[in-house]
T-cell receptor, first 112, second 115 residues
Framework: QKEVEQDPGPLSVPEGAIVSLNCTYSNSAFQYFMWYRQYSRKGPELLMYTYSSGNKEDGRFTAQVDKSSKYISLFIRDSQPSDSATYLCAMDVWGGNTPLVFGKGTRLSVIA | GAVVSQHPSWVICKSGTSVKIECRSLDFQATTMFWYRQFPKQSLMLMATSNEGSKATYEQGVEKDKFLINHASLTLSTLTVTSAHPEDSSFYIC???????????FGNGTRLTVT
């Protein structure tokens, strides 16, 4: 079993839809959870950074962490064509300045 | 916010030559930087951890003599791909964090093509 599992998609949704992206993991020691957005031929851009279980909201983005189920989610409301990218979940034990364990990434296309 | 700059963004080289990629933290000091490699439609794979003033730590399977890392200052780490071969063609990305309580930020990557 891989440490982090993420459905690679592709996922295609109409503009304005709510998008749900998910990852599961096996290492119960993970405490820090991140979502990165990566456009083609660009480096990953940090979207959300959360510690332990709970929800965090930032504009149209909401991150949820359920440590009991080892499951994290990213919701995108009112999706836009500019949201079309690959979304990578990442996590680690110590937080900051330590290498991350990444999911494979989910390719999202938002169709106008 | 923290900015990590990478140069060049794209490089083509001939087989057998060496290529140097620079990674800079623009508005913060980074004692540690991380180098990742990404193949098409794959996730990021950690290659090595670059430590300022000391030797880099390489992940299993990464040839340290082929991928030379130098972290000479608190704002600059370089990755040199020596005697490059076509199979080294990939997307190389560096990352760094401002401190132990902050998340990693990534550079925009360097696309290396070896012909």
């Amino acid at each position: 079993q891989k440490e982090v599992e993420q459905d690679p998609g592709p996922l295609s949704v109409p503009e304005g839809a709510i998008v749900s992206l998910n990852c599961t993991y096996s290492n119960s020691a993970f405490q820090y959870f991140m979502w990165y957005r990566q456009y083609s031929r660009k480096g990953p851009e940090l979207l959300m950074y959360t510690y332990s279980s709970g929800n965090k909201e930032d504009g149209r983005f909401t991150a949820q962490v359920d440590k009991s189920s080892k499951y994290i989610s990213l919701f995108i409301r009112d999706s836009q064509p500019s949201d079309s990218a690959t979304y990578l979940c990442a996590m680690d034990v110590w937080g900051g300045n330590t290498p991350l364990v990444f999911g494979k990434g989910t390719r999202l296309s938002v169709i106008a | 916010g923290a900015v990590v700059s990478q140069h060049p963004s794209w490089v083509i080289c001939k087989s057998g030559t060496s290529v140097k990629i620079e990674c800079r933290s623009l508005d913060f000091q980074a004692t540690t930087m991380f180098w990742y490699r990404q193949f098409p439609k794959q996730s990021l794979m950690l290659m090595a951890t670059s430590n300022e003033g000391s030797k880099a730590t390489y992940e299993q399977g990464v040839e340290k003599d082929k991928f030379l890392i130098n972290h000479a200052s608190l704002t600059l780490s370089t990755l040199t791909v020596t005697s490059a071969h076509p199979e080294d063609s990939s997307f190389y990305i560096c990352s760094a964090s401002e401190d132990y309580n902050s998340p990693l930020h990534f550079g925009n990557g360097t696309r290396l093509t070896v012909t």
